[in-house]
């Protein structure tokens, strides 16, 4: 059950061993966020797609309209149903075009919805399908919802964004008026008897100013106007939740397939070369001293001996695979025995505290003590600690596991090493593995396991 931390520990895991920027990657800037938004590419992007939502919208909304309701309208006939389907199939369709413009635009990663299941091919077949499925009605849903939203969207961010330009830039073009309009300045308010017009130093300065206000707000106003469409988008045009989780326990059940096979080859494994190996040799070697019996008492003595020190390691090695597919003393004495077991085989000096008032579940038990003591292997093997503690407790509906040393630190979860295997196998319980370890230590993994109990 021994795993390794990626590379081992503080090799090639932390940041700076990494090459990457010692704050979590983020790139430095002169400009506080609040000046830099209105000419960042994200936020011209996100205006963009207010500004094509539109048009856009109102297309969906009008296929939606008039697909459902003459379908609707014709179900009084065979024909209602083909275009019924027909126009959900569209607005499928519109759906997904919409989840690309939201991916090319917003940044936003949304998966596909689940696939129409047919039962069978044909015409009618699909038809059933598409009107059974609850993405196409969705889609439909989002197409009649989006349209008033997508104005109001439109509206506010192009109406900020013109007036804040507008006026940040009015010391640029005032003399337009002056010169082409007959008029001193931009007309605030007026009558036939009174007129305001921005047209000394002072004004033009306040008008730039709130100009400047307005084009520093619209970015972030615009901002929270794409988050409404990004929850649209992701809610009704994205896999619902009932087919996410289909995917993720059909994900769990691989993994928990590929993790037993991977077992059952390590035991068959160990028995082929351990104890199978010594239990053929001790045959032979009691088969020559059953003939050297009579010629030779005592060559045939020191043989039996042999095959008796032989048969006693065939035992030990027993019993260490027994211990590692499930040991005893976890079936009757629980995790605290189990794990105060392992902790003194560990290469370092461990403290171990168990905090349960009831036992789990025997599956969540297994796996619990098994990711533990594959944390106190890694532990002795890479870690270079001189002190290591395991806490155990419940917090609610979630059995709790923490395992800390004062080793160098550097672990964590990559492709294809031991703790991104350990982080697989407690996700197809839904468990949750979080590693804490900088460079230099201390090394804080942490699991959250399901508290199930008999």
Request: net charge negative; aromatic share 8%; with cysteine.
């Amino acid at each position: 059950m021994a795993t390794e931390y990626g590379q081992g520990y503080g090799h090639g895991l932390g940041y700076a061993e990494r090459g990457l920027p010692e704050h979590g990657g983020e790139r430095r800037h002169r400009l506080p966020a609040g000046l830099r938004a209105p000419f960042e590419g994200r936020s011209w992007r996100e205006f963009s797609y207010v500004l094509l939502g539109l048009p856009i919208s109102i297309l969906l909304f009008v296929y939606a309209i008039t697909m459902v309701s003459l379908g609707a309208g014709l179900l009084v006939t065979f024909l209602g149903i083909p275009v019924l389907a027909a126009g959900l199939a569209g607005c499928r369709g519109l759906g997904a075009m919409e989840r690309a413009r939201a991916r090319a635009l917003l940044g936003l990663e949304v998966g596909d919805p689940e696939p129409l299941r047919m039962r069978r091919r044909g015409f009618m077949a699909w038809m059933g399908a598409v009107l059974k499925s609850g993405t196409s009605w969705r889609s439909a849903l989002y197409a009649v919802l989006h349209f008033p939203w997508a104005v109001f969207s439109f509206v506010v961010a192009v109406n900020f964004w013109a007036y804040g330009w507008a006026l940040l830039t009015y010391p640029l073009w005032f003399w337009v008026f002056p010169l082409w309009a007959g008029q001193d300045g931009l007309q605030v308010v007026g009558d036939e008897t009174h007129s305001i017009y921005l047209d000394n130093p002072f004004e033009i300065a306040v008008t730039a100013v709130v100009g400047l206000l307005f084009t520093l707000a619209t970015p972030w106003i615009v901002r929270a106007l794409t988050t409404v469409d990004r929850l649209m988008v992701h809610g009704l045009l994205g896999p619902s939740r009932l087919a996410t989780r289909v995917v993720e326990l059909e994900s769990d059940r691989g993994i928990v397939v590929d993790t037993a096979a991977a077992d059952l080859r390590r035991i068959e494994r160990d028995l082929h070369d351990g104890a199978q190996a010594r239990l053929v040799a001790l045959a032979m070697d009691l088969g020559l001293a059953k003939e050297k019996l009579t010629e030779d008492p005592q060559a045939a003595a020191r043989m039996v001996d042999e095959a008796h020190g032989e048969v006693k390691t065939a035992l030990q090695e027993l019993r260490d695979l027994a211990r590692g597919i499930h040991p005893a003393v976890l079936t009757d004495r629980g995790l605290d025995a189990a794990l105060s077991a392992v902790a003194s085989r560990c290469a370092v000096p461990v403290e171990v505290q168990v905090d349960l008032d009831e036992r789990p579940v025997p599956a969540i038990e297994g796996i619990a003590y098994f990711t533990v003591s594959e944390l106190l292997q890694n532990i002795s093997k890479h870690s270079r600690a001189t002190w290591a503690a395991v806490d155990v407790w419940r917090v609610e509906n979630r059995l709790m596991l923490q395992v800390t040393d004062n080793g160098v630190g550097g672990a964590g979860i990559s492709g294809g090493s031991g703790l991104a295997g350990l982080t697989e196998r407690l996700d197809a319980v839904d468990g949750i593995l979080v590693v804490d370890s900088p460079v230099g230590g201390p090394t804080r993994v942490t699991a959250e396991l399901p508290w199930r109990t008999v």
